[in-house]
């Protein structure tokens, strides 16, 4: 079975002092960074996406902007392809479920930010069209949300998005599990 690992948005934006800061986001590349590094060693397919906002009123991801680049701990090489979005979900509307066909992929090892939207939208999509898919839980991060007038913690919000996404539409590993093959 072929495997690719796909690296969703790690961008400029959700670092320190970017327009959209996400909690441990460096923390979560660095391991993004390792498992790309073990892609590469293995010369396993590598897709990164990179979203862009187009809506009006977007406050991060504006285009052509230092903000909306793939953060440099995760710099695509010229022969790793570049998929992108508009929207959390990164099969809606782009090349992703192309590049894959013609890999002839049908497992996706996923990564990125953050992991209450574009995570868990392109995981969901992923599995329901049938790709098996395997998220690198400690790869990935979010930030703190608020409902009902209440903050719910960045943790809280991944530990809960990971536990569903479990079992039904993914596998949870960590980085080092994949790395230590």
Not at 31 to 40: N, S, T, W
Not at 111 to 123: E, L, Q
């Amino acid at each position: 079975m072929s495997k690719a690992l796909v690296i969703i948005d790690i961008q400029n934006d959700y670092f320190e002092g970017g327009a959209c800061e996400l909690v441990g986001a460096q923390e979560a590349s660095l391991k993004a960074k390792e498992l790309l590094e073990y892609f590469r060693e293995k010369k396993m397919p590598v897709l990164h996406v990179q979203h862009t906002s187009l809506y009006e009123g977007a406050t991060f991801f504006l285009p052509d902007t230092y903000g909306m680049k793939i953060h440099e701990n995760l710099n695509p090489r010229e022969d790793e392809t570049i998929i992108e979005k508009n929207f959390p979900n990164s099969f809606l509307d782009t090349s992703l479920e192309y590049e894959l066909q013609i890999r002839e992929i049908k497992e996706l090892v996923i990564c990125g930010m953050m992991s209450h939207m574009c995570v868990d939208a392109t995981t969901r999509a992923a599995s329901d069209m049938g790709y098996g898919c395997t998220v690198v839980h400690d790869a990935c991060t979010t930030r703190d949300l608020e409902f009902l007038g209440e903050i719910v913690p960045a943790k809280s919000v991944h530990n809960s998005f990971m536990a569903a996404l479990e079992g039904t539409y993914a596998k949870m590993v960590s980085c080092s599990e994949i790395v230590s093959d």
